[in-house]
Structure formats: C-alpha cells, structure tokens
C-alpha cells in the first residue's frame, strides 16, 4: 500500500509543549491529531511535512461545554464526542445532523473538529455549520491568543488563519434563546465527501426570524457563508416564499466547480434546494 | 524511534520508523497478518483493530501515535480457545465469504456490542458503514452480529441451551 | 443432552469448513506470506496516458542503500521478456520500452530491502516524457485523424482490432423491415472494476540450485498461469509451482497475468532472493483488468400487441491499450451473443467491434460470465423500452415472450442449445413475493403526491461454464477441469480440484459433492485447491464455472471411486459386483440387505490383504477430466424497487427480490450467500461504480474515495426465493449461480429508477445512476454529465 516518506515525530504533552514545538521545528513541521485528513495526503505524497507533532494527548483541548453564553468545544474534541454530546445537541442540533453524515463511525472515532476546521476543506461539513452558527475561532501562539470570526478564518481552500507557530484552540458557539438549527447534504454514498450541503442556525423572537446563518459546503473554494440570503430572511415570518427566496440567493451566491460529484447547474441547484430543506428544519425545530 | 504499545494484553516494545503505520507493524512487526489492509485512503476498514476498545482503521494510524495505548485485533479475540460469540456468530450466519474484510467487521461488531447490547438492524448497518465487504451484500453480516447479540456466552451458550 | 449436529452427507445447508481460520484471523493470503531474505517490489507507473519515452535514469534509484535492482523495460528486452501474450491473441508490455500508452502503466520495477524503502526508490527514478494526444472516448478511436496507439504492431495503421458478428444479419433485417413496432436505444455499460478487497499480488520465489520457481499468487487460475509461464518464460513447466492460497474476492480481477509478477519472477532470478510485490488500491484501480466498457445501440422489433419478433445489437466495445480481454479464443466479443435473453425470437443479430484506446486493458468478466452481464442488461433495458412504447407493463411483457418449457433444449437464434428452464413461474413467483400488483397501486398513490416511487422488472437468462472444448479454449487450452480422489484406508478422502475459491466455499461444496456420491460425511472429506503441485490440471475459477465444470468432476470422480468400491465390495463380500446395490454409503447383496460393506469398510479392504479380483488394483482413488457437453444456462426473474428523492435525484433502493433458479442447489446457505454478494455489487454497478478518465486520459476514480462500492447502507435486506430447474447435461443438474446475481441486478435497478422518473418522460439513462445523473435526466438532459 501507499506509505508516507519519512518524517521525525514528537508527541505534544501540552498547548505550550506543541508551541514551542512548532516554534522550534519551524514551516515544515505539521500538528497531528486524528490524522484522517493529513495521514492520507501524506500516503500519496500530496504532503510532506518532515515533522509531526502529535498533539493527541492535549486533553486540555478536549471537552464540549457552555460556559460564558456560549458553548465551547476544544478542537480535540473527536467526532464522535461532537455525536454523542446531549449538550451540542440540544442547543445546535446542526451539528448532530453533520455529523451522522460525515465520513464514518470508524474516521468518527478518531477525527477532530479542530482537524476538520483547520483541514479547510471546501467540501468539509463542520466548516460549513460553524458558518452557519456565527462560530468564532479560538487562536493560540505562543504569544497569546487571538479570536478570529468564522468568515475570516478560511482563507481559501486548504488555507486558514492560523500561523506557523499557531494552534487552533478552541470553537465558540454563541448560544441564543429560541434557536433552531440543521444541516442536509446530498452525498454520493455514505461516507462521501458532499456534493452540495447546507446549514442553517435560526434564533426566532415574536415569530419571526430575528437572526439566522446560512452555510454551504462542496459549493466554493471555502466554506460559503450566504450573506444576502440571511439578509433576506432577517426579520421576517418564516414561510415557504420566504424560504423560496432565500434558497434562490444561496444558489445564486455560491460558486461550485463541475467534477465527478455533478455539474455546476446540479450543485447550485443542490445550494438551494438545501438551503430550503434545512431552512424548513431549523425553523421548526426553533418552533418545536 | 522506541514505540511502546500493549497489544492482545501483552506489552510490546520496538524500535521503529516513525513513518511506520499501525497496520504495519502489527503485520510485519508482530506477525499479526489477521489484521489486513484494502485501500490507501481509510475507506474500506479491512485494517479496522480496536484501539482502547473503540474500532480505528489502523492504516491511517502511525504505530508512533499508538504508543501507550491499548491495541486489540482479531487473534486476541479467542479467548481460552472459546471463540468470541461474534466470531461464533459469523460462522453460524455465513457472514464472510473470502474472509479478506471478515476481522476488520467483526472487531467493530465486537465493539459495538459491548457499548450496545442489543442494537438493531439500522445501528448495526451504521456501525459498519465504514466497512467495504464485497462478497456478502453485508445482509449475514448483519444476522451475524445480531447472532452474537442473542448469544452473548457463544457457543459455550448454543451448547448449554440446547440441553 | 446437547444435541450433537448431524454429520452432514451430501448436499444441504452446512457451516462452512473454511471459516474457523477466517474468524481467527488465521486465512492466509498472499501478503501474510513471508520468507527469510524477502524483498519488496515496487512498480513505477506512467503519470500519462500516452507519451513517448525519451529516456530512463534510475542511477539515483540504484544509489538508494537498501535497493537491490530496478529493472526497465530495456533489461527485459534483452531476456525478450518486454512482452508478454494476453489471453486474447495480443501482447502488453511488461514494463514500457518506447512509449506508454495508458496512464499507471507499467515503466519500471524497483527491489528493496522492505516495502518503505522500494516506494521511497520510485521517487529516485526520473523518466522523460514527451506527450502524445490520447484516445479516450471509443467512438473518436477509429476517426482517420484519431492518434495511432499500438505504433508497436508492424504495419498497423489504426486502432481497429476486431469486428465480430452472430445471428443472422439478412433475416433479422427483414423481420425488422416488416414489423409494426421497432424501438431503438443507445445505452453505455461503463467501464467498471472488480476491485476484490484483497489487491493483487506475489511472492516469487526462484531456487537457483533445484532451477525451480515457486510463485505466491493471487491467482483465479492457477494451472493455466503455471503453463502461461512456461509458454512465456521458457521455464520448464515441471519446475514451477504456482500457489493461490487464501484469496481475497476475485471477481474476475485475478484472472490475468500481471506484469507485476513477472517483474517479481524476473527479479527473484536477478538477485536470488525471494521478491514480493503487492499491488496498491490505486494500480489496481487504474492498471490491472477493468470490465464491460460497451457501446451500445439496441433496436427491438415486436408486433402491437407486443410479441417479440426481433433484436439487432451494434456494439463499440473500449479494449484499452492493450487487446487483454480474457474469453475462450473464438468469441472475442465473450458471449455476447446470448443477449437473446430469455425470449423465443423469429431472428436476431449483433455485430461488435473492439478498438484501442489510452486506457488500461481488460475487459475481464466481473462477476459474470464473459460479456454475459452486458447482453442482459441491453435485452432486459430493450423489453422496458419496448414496454413503454407500447404502453405495456413490463412484467406482462416480459411473460407473453418468454420461452415455454416444452421448447427446451431451446436453439436460440444466435446458436446457443438452453439446456433447460421453467421460465414462467420464476417470473410469477418474485412478482408474488414483491407484490407487484400492490407496489403498483402504491406507486400510484405515491405518484398523485409528487413521490417518485419505480418498480424494476427483470428476466435473464445467462451461459455459464465453459466449456465444451470442441469449442472453447483459452490461449490453447481446453477449457475442462480435472479432479483426483482418494480414500484412505480409514474412509477419509482427499479430493484435488482445479479450481481456486475466492470466496465461494469450495472446501464445503466440494466435499459436500463427495459426500453425496459416496456417502460419507462431508467432515471427512479434504478439499485440496491453489496449489498446482498438489492439484490436477484445470483452468480455473472465473465465469461461473467451478461447479457447472469442476464440480460436475469432483461428481464424476466420486462415481468412480464407487464403481470401483464396489468391486472390492464384491470381493469382500464373495458376491458378484453385478449383485450388488448402492445405498448412500455403502455396497450391499441385492436381496440380503444384512451382507454389505461401508466405504469405510471397503476403503480398509482396498488397502488391506482382501485378495483382490483379476485386473483391480488395490487403493481406493480415481481420477478424471470432465469436459463438459454444454454449457449452463441459470435464470433469474428479479423485482427491484426504489424512491428516488424528485428534489435531490438521490436512488434509495428500498426493496430487492430475487428468484434464482440454478438448477441442484448443493449448499443452499452458500447459493444465497453469493446472491446476496452480487445483489450487492449490482447494487454498485447500477448506482455508484465507474471507472471515468478526463480527455488527456487521466483517470478520475483511481481510489475508493472515487471509486464507489455499496456500504451496508445502500443495500436493503435481499427477499431471495428459488425454483429448481436440473440441467440435465450436469451430473448433478447443477448450474452455477456466484454471477446471475451481477447479470439480473443492473437492469432491473436501472428499470426500476426509469420507471420512477416515468412522469418526466425519461426512458433511459446511462448507468450509474448518480443523483447528479438522475437530477440530469429530470431536468430533460438527454447526455449524461461528466
């Protein structure tokens, strides 16, 4: 089988332990978490650190929580941790939906949410429900930290704003009353990367929609955050024109390139056509 | 590298390359070829091994990263040469055909059932959907499992409650 | 009391005797073979699909300290050994001497310590290309300005390699002229890939002093492999042993030689060390035996009221880069010619014509028999169509042309003799079993609220177990099988076979098949394959062919060693042989059901002081060659049903029934365990698998992230019944059933999914039905996208 070339490994025993790390090894050293994303570019030979930090054992970075009105997810938190959290759930039931449809049980067991995010994969599900959930990014440097927003951490695809020398620390949802929240993906099979996805956070007051995000996945070079489709659903009464026109926005708005998973008329249906799903969700879910 | 590992319950200590994969050093490290591989990508989970009891695909983990942890494959299933009831259950439902995907499948359904007793159809059709089995249209796979779930003594229980 | 499990005797549902090592981890395969002072091989691959090759520099390669030798195809050249004959009367570069000519061919071949370090080598070798413009799509590969491939052949001046006809053209034209219906549709059956889950692979291991080869391999054809070697590499025949041991799934991938082995063989001799070399899921996905690949255009002719009278099938059939199809030698388009079907015709024909292309060779039978899965889906895609012109449900349709029982033996139209079949009530018992009148009513229902609901009909017939060798042979030869059987002075017996399981449970079936003829528990009988020191001669296991072929001499075998038991009997027993009866087990007097003697009792004597009659030899063992007189030819009537999501385009298959009729069921467990497989893989075929290039020739599904393969959440829970129809030729009627399954599903999945999109006037599309595809075809796009 493919194997990647050689590397040196350490294993991280702290955030200040993988800094200094990193600070050490300088450009060509990579973190390494669940590993499903790099490991396999590194099989191909598509990447070739010459250092790995393991960071697995950074147990600091790993827990779901609320804490300060908002709920907060260490980056080490593993899919399957993000699954089975009856708190993340219960308050942003999109990332419960993206999660049963991201990779497999078996990846889930062992991929991260820090990972995933930081992978910056345009077709990556996370990237587009933390979009969706107004996400802010928790950035640590040996310096300190930084929070960026959601919209200005991918900086392209395979790019994010962390530095060299930085880690992603933690995620932070703020938490609303009378939110709903979903995601749909349309995927060739189980465990496929998406065709098209989309996610959509609801906050409602006075039955109307007082605030929403709108994220799309598999549609754009990053995560696509739909600002004119919030724009218009902003304050208004949910109903299906309403959603219609949102959906028409969202496919408008997002830009996917043709490959083997369709062609950019089907993927921009897809956008839409999502968009509109979880749209019908979210709202009832914020309703229910 | 010094990577040590607790594999099968027995601890293991080796010198290794830090590029080397888990599957690799269980198959040519330790001679434990029950532990086999399909793809390059993590997408057929015929490498599946439970690494502190949760199912992994062992060609996406560098042995490195499994120093210090607890691994588990299929020839630490048997236990005091009774087979384990989902080993039992593959034999007596025909779940496996050429036997290629057979240990990766049956370390997961064995991790499934000691979180989930009793799962039904669907949880056993999810927890394997990471799991490429080309010979059996997976359907005895599920009766296998689901076999192992009604007998969870295996055949030492097929045996007694026949009498 | 535990009740101890009855000894099974013959044929009936039995665990299998191979499963206790599978469960433990314990089967091995050819990457768990090991030996002292092994190295590891690696191929270098063409990134281009075709180039020419100005220049190879593997100095770098050679430095590398823990690489023992690379090999070009220069080094080959000079052992005449740079080519290698196909199955199908063409040769295929081993390693590429002046150009490439698909992308992942084979360029190079590295030897190092370990595995590692072989891959770390590849990087070290620099080859110069210069770029030539590729041949992808087929029906461009005859244009007069199309790119010549094959320069290697003297004097070719195209990329034509075969044109191919059955039926009879003149009387299926004039049906055609007079007939009041006639329907025509293109269709693709697209290139695909077994992919077994076990890759390809070998441990050659060559002994310098006893001059002999012996050769791990992943192998469905052993025998025929250790000859091809002889033939090819001048090795005497006698010193080579060819080993398949455990295989992972062949599906028709592991028929052909690779050049991998060779390399493996060569370098084994080069450096007088073992040399092991597998395969990676991508140069298996991109370099060894591809299937079907068919251009299709079908036309079908039938009176208003819906009798068919005619079919002409046109065939552009994509043979990649190199002619490897593999196909007894007179059929080079398989057996197409069974694309007849199922139905009693006036006249039918088909013309095929193969070409080059910048592809990987193959056109291997994935699980089927030779080109048989093509044939039926173009047949059972034409009856719906038909039915849909004639606004006739499909299943009615399919039952008014059906052939009737009392015309079997049935000469079809194309030459085939259907050894035998009871047509009708398979087709009534799936639509039974499904419930067709109901799922009607229901998708009706489901139809007035916008839900897209489709019920898929199919009928197939197939041609398996070749075959006949007046007829049929494969590079010369004959396409039977042997098999040696021996009792040991205890009763147990050892049978040799030919044949290689993959899968398919041959330790159990065969015995099961001994068990039956003699007697004897099927425990007590040690089936031994995969090993051509230790088997009789025989060509294999691909195209359905181990139980119509070798199992029908594992049969014949058993009734010797019984006529010969009852010799012995007889002498045992003081009687005349003519005196005596069979009764499963054992010989007795005829009248005096007291005095008779078990096999186990006769099988001591044989071996023992019995004084023996004039002429018998003492022993318990016979042997035999079973060339069989005809083919097989299993049937299927299957009922698929799926929702497809009219915002998304996404195919849920919701139900799936199959009636099979394989004629003897030997092991009823094991029939409906391949069922269930290639149920599966037709789910795959149907849905998800394919094998695509882009227009320089790159190909776009060269890892399972890519290529598709069904999980166990897009198959349902298989609803299988069976009728039983013996093949009368077939010692014990059995017809062979691991394929039918792959031949039945695709189009009765692809019906299913037209007749769902049925309110969008859809009437075909190409296969696999992405929702990308689906969503197309909707929308009223008639072309499929990329």
Known sequence: MQVPAPFDYERATSVEHALSLLERLGPEARLIAGGHSLLPMMKLRLAAPEHLVDINDLHELDYIREEAGELRIGALARHRELLESELLGRRFPIFHDAERVIADPLVRNRGTIGGALCQADPSEDLSAACAAAHARLVIRGLGGERVVEMADFHRGPYETAVGPSEILAEIRLPLREAAGSAYEKVERRTGDWAVAAAGVCVWMSDGAIADVGVGLAAVGSSAVHCARAEEVLRGERPSEELFDAAADLAAADCSPAADQRGPVEYKRHLAGELTRRALRRAVARALG | MQVTLTVNGDEVTREIEPRMLLVHFLRETLSLTGTHWGCDTSNCGACTVLMDGEPVKSCTVLAAMAGGHEVRTIEGLERAGELDPVQQGFIEEHGLQCGFCTPGMVMTARALLDRNPDPTEEEIREAISGQICRCTGYVNIVKAVRWAAEHPAGAAATAASAS | ?786
Not at chain 3, 63 to 70: E, S, T
Not at chain 3, 84 to 103: E, G, I, N, R
Not at chain 3, 480 to 487: K, S
Not at chain 3, 713 to 735: D, M, Q, R
């Open chain 3, 1 to 786: 009391m535990a009740t101890a499990e009855q000894p099974v005797l013959g044929y009936g549902r039995m665990k299998r005797k191979e499963d206790p090592r599978f469960v433990r981890g314990k089967g091995r395969y050819v990457d768990d073979v090991s030996l002292p002072g092994m190295l590891h091989g690696a191929v270098l691959r063409s990134p281009l699909a075709h180039a020419r090759i100005l220049s190879i520099d593997t100095s770098a390669a050679l430095q590398h300290p823990k690489v023992h030798a690379v090999i070009t195809g220069r080094d080959l050249e000079a052992q005449k050994l740079a080519w290698a004959p196909t199955l199908s009367a063409d040769v295929q570069a081993v390693l590429a001497l002046d150009k490439v000519c698909f992308q992942g061919q084979e360029v190079a071949f590295v030897v190092a310590d370990d595995h590692y370090s072989a891959r770390d080598a590849l990087e070290l070798i620099d080859v110069e290309y210069e770029p030539l413009p590729a041949v992808v799509d087929p029906r461009k590969a005859l244009d007069p300005d199309a790119p010549v491939i094959r320069e290697d052949i003297e004097g070719k001046s195209d990329n034509h390699i075969f044109d191919w006809e059955a039926g009879d053209r003149d009387a299926t034209d004039a049906v055609f002229e007079r007939a009041e219906v006639v329907v025509a549709q293109d269709m693709i059956y697209p290139r695909i890939h077994p992919a077994p889950m076990e890759t390809c692979g070998c441990v050659a291991d060559f002994d310098a002093v006893e001059g002999k080869l012996t050769l791990w391999c992943t192998t469905q054809a052993p025998h025929a492999h250790r000859t091809l070697y002889a033939l090819v590499a001048g090795l005497p025949e006698h010193k080579i042993r060819v080993i398949s041991p455990d295989i992972g799934g062949g599906f028709g991938n592991k028929v052909g030689i690779y050049p991998g082995y060779v390399c493996s063989v060569v370098t084994s001799i080069v450096t007088g060390r073992p040399v092991k070399w597998m395969e990676d899921r991508t140069e298996n996905l991109t370099s060894t035996a591809f299937a079907r690949d068919y251009v299709m255009r079908g036309e079908i002719a039938a009176t208003r009221d819906g009798k068919i009278q005619a079919v002409r099938v046109r065939v552009l059939a994509d043979h990649g880069a190199f002619n490897a199809t593999a196909q007894p030698s007179k059929y080079p388009a398989g057996f197409f010619h069974i694309f007849t079907g199922s139905y009693d015709l006036e006249a039918a024909h088909c013309r095929v014509t193969g070409v080059y292309t910048n592809k990987a060779p193959g056109g291997v039978a994935y699980r089927c028999s030779f080109r048989v899965t093509e044939a039926a889906y173009a047949i059972e895609r034409m009856v719906d169509v038909l039915a849909d012109e004639l606004g006739v449900d499909p299943a009615e349709l399919r039952m008014r042309n059906l052939i009737r029982p009392e015309q079997f033996p049935y000469r079809s139209k194309t030459g085939w003799v259907y050894d035998s079949g009871d047509y009708e009530p398979a087709l009534r018992m799936a639509l039974e079993m499904a419930g067709y009148d109901r799922l009607r009513e229901e998708q009706g229902e489901r139809r007035e609220r916008g839900e897209l609901m489709g019920i898929g009909v199919s009928f197939f017939t197939e041609t398996v177990g070749a075959g006949p060798r007046r007829d049929m042979d494969i590079v010369g030869l004959g396409m039977a099988d042997g098999a040696d059987l021996r009792v040991h002075p205890t009763g147990k017996a050892v049978l040799g076979i030919s044949v290689q399981t993959q899968g398919q449970g041959h330790e159990t079936t065969f015995a099961q098949i001994v068990a039956e003829e003699l007697g004897i528990p099927a425990e007590d009988v040690q089936v031994v394959h995969g090993d051509t020191d230790e088997t009789p001669f025989g060509l294999g296991t691909y195209g359905s062919r181990s139980t119509p072929v070798s199992g029908a001499a594992a049969a014949v075998v058993a009734r010797k060693v019984r006529e010969k038991a009852r010799l012995i009997a007889a002498a045992m027993l003081e009687a005349s042989p003519a005196d005596l009866e069979w009764e499963k087990g054992r010989w007795y007097v005829k009248g005096d059901p007291e005095q008779g003697k078990t096999i186990q009792e006769i099988a001591m004597g044989a071996h023992g002081t019995v004084e023996l009659p004039e002429g018998v030899e003492g022993g318990l063992e016979a042997q035999t060659v079973y060339n069989p007189s005809n083919l097989t030819f299993p049937f299927g009537a299957y009922v698929c049903v799926v929702d497809v999501d009219p915002g998304t385009g996404q195919v849920k298959v919701r139900r799936f029934v199959a009636v099979d009729d394989c004629g003897t069921r030997i092991n009823p467990m094991i029939v409906e365990g391949q069922i269930h497989g290639g149920l599966a893989e037709g789910v795959g075929i149907a849905l998800m698998e394919l094998i695509a290039f882009d227009e320089d020739g790159n190909c776009l599904n060269g890892s399972f992230m890519d290529y598709l393969i069904p999980t166990a959440k897009e198959v349902p829970n298989f609803e299988l019944g069976a009728t039983v129809t013996p093949s009368p030729h077939h010692p014990i009627g059995a017809k062979g059933v691991g394929e039918s399954p792959t031949v039945g599903s695709p189009p009765a999945i692809v019906n299913a999914v037209i007749d769902a999109l049925e309110p969008f006037g859809v009437r075909h599309v190409d296969m696999p039905l992405t929702p990308a595809r689906v969503w197309a075809a909707m929308q009223g796009h008639t072309e499929p996208p990329a």
